[in-house]
């Protein structure tokens, strides 16, 4: 399952490489994921700088989508070093890894990614065998994202029962994901097999990317609703909600989960209420390098994103605002863990 642009084009991907031909440069092609639902319009990238930036300010978005736009980036980093050495490629390797993991601290698929491609280019012998073998690789985690994310809808449309009605939050589909998604593969599949009965997707604010869920739901024909963030407890405490999917950004060793801001009560609710509570996540983002969920580092983004919306102000001159972009929810709230492979149970 790949976006349904609406525009009479074929389907396309949120993260797309495209290699140069004769004098023109590779370019990273991007759905700005900032203009939507409103205006469907691409970015396009040719340096490592560029990708850096778009992964900052929310261009591409998603841990997976963002980890494989991170493999590219590296790959285009790389350009104007064919007659370099080994130090040369190292030196300029170093400064893209730093570049693009810092773009985004929080989602560990983007780390995982680039330090995946530049390990492959630091086993090279000089510099246009490094780009071709950090190329080779970017390319394989890209199909293996895409090969993940089908997985996750096949094995999680399992644990629904038919009838479901479903909630989610923040944004997990083909924008997020380049292909499928994850939680929002889950919801899909569900309603592939008649299954699903409608979905809730939370606004989650204050990005407000509930409206990219109902943008990708009405493209699949998905019957949703958005709610606002504090409805959820509501709907679940009237029996409206009989199982709750979410995605995420970085899981720790013990289970404990960062995901989008919200994501904690939306937990703590579900338990209170008696619904399963499920995370959609490739292998990919589980950081067995984490204890636990209190190292997992949590991004801090500008306060205007609260203040204000698309440059009006909705609050008053002097109004302060924290604005913690993610959560860490405890493992004991999850049932179990959606992956490529299977249910992880705790």
Same mark, same amino acid.
Request: positive net charge.
């Given at each position: 399952m790949?976006?349904?642009?609406?525009?009479?084009?074929s389907d396309v991907r949120?993260?797309?490489?495209?290699?140069?031909?004769?004098?023109?440069?590779?370019?990273?092609?991007?759905?700005?994921?900032?203009?939507?639902?409103?205006?469907?319009? #691409?970015?396009?990238?040719?340096? %490592?700088?560029?990708? /850096?930036?778009?992964?900052? !300010?929310?261009?591409? +978005?998603?841990?997976? @989508?963002?980890?494989?736009?991170?493999?590219?980036?590296?790959?285009?980093?790389?350009?104007?070093?064919?007659?370099?050495?080994?130090?040369?490629?190292?030196?300029?390797?170093?400064?893209? #890894?730093?570049?693009?993991?810092? %773009?985004?601290?929080? /989602?560990?698929?983007?780390? !995982?990614?680039?330090? +995946?491609?530049?390990? @492959?280019?630091m086993h090279s012998r000089h510099a246009e065998e490094g780009r071709m073998a950090a190329l080779t690789v970017a390319k394989r985690i890209d199909e293996e994202n895409s090969v993940a994310c089908r997985m996750i809808g096949i094995n999680g449309a399992r644990l629904v029962k038919k009838g479901a009605r479903m909630l989610t939050i923040c944004n997990t589909g083909p924008l997020a994901c380049?292909?499928?998604?994850?939680?929002?593969?889950?919801?899909?599949?569900?309603?592939r097999q008649g299954k699903l009965e409608l979905a809730y997707a939370c606004e989650t604010r204050p990005r407000g990317q509930g409206s990219l869920t109902a943008w990708e739901m009405q493209r699949e024909g998905i019957p949703h609703r958005v709610i606002v963030d504090g409805a959820a407890g509501d709907?679940?405490?009237?029996?409206?909600?009989?199982v709750v999917v979410v995605g995420a950004d970085r899981i720790a060793r013990n289970g404990d989960f960062a995901n989008k801001i919200g994501t904690y009560q939306l937990a703590v609710l579900a338990h209170e209420n008696n619904v399963p509570f499920y995370v959609a996540a490739?292998?990919?983002?589980?950081?067995?390098?984490?204890?636990?969920?209190?190292?997992?580092?949590?991004?801090?983004?500008?306060e205007r994103e609260?203040?204000?919306?698309?440059g009006a102000r909705l609050y008053p001159a002097g109004t302060r605002a924290l604005n913690r972009a993610?959560?860490?929810?405890?493992?004991?709230?999850?049932?179990?863990?959606?992956?490529?492979?299977?249910?992880?149970r705790k």
């Open positions: 790949r976006i349904h642009s609406g525009s009479g084009k949120s993260v797309l490489f495209e290699p140069g031909r004769l004098a023109e440069p590779d370019r990273l092609v991007l759905i700005d994921q900032r203009a939507l639902p409103f205006e469907f319009r #691409f970015v396009e990238c040719t340096s %490592a700088g560029q990708v /850096a930036a778009a992964i900052r !300010n929310m261009t591409v +978005r998603g841990a997976p @989508a963002i980890g494989v736009a991170g493999a590219y980036g590296f790959v285009l980093g790389l350009k104007g070093l064919k007659g370099g050495g080994k130090r040369e490629l190292t030196a300029r390797a170093d400064k893209i #890894f730093t570049l693009l993991v810092d %773009a985004r601290p929080t /989602a560990v698929n983007l780390k !995982n990614a680039v330090s +995946r491609v530049m390990r @492959a280019c380049v292909e499928y998604g994850t939680a929002f593969a889950v919801i899909g599949e569900a309603k709907l679940m405490r009237r029996g409206l909600v009989d490739p292998m990919s983002t589980f950081d067995h390098g984490l204890k636990s969920g209190t190292h997992i580092p949590v991004e801090e983004r500008d609260v203040l204000e919306f698309r993610f959560d860490v929810t405890p493992a004991h709230y999850v049932k179990g863990f959606i992956t490529e492979v299977g249910i992880v």
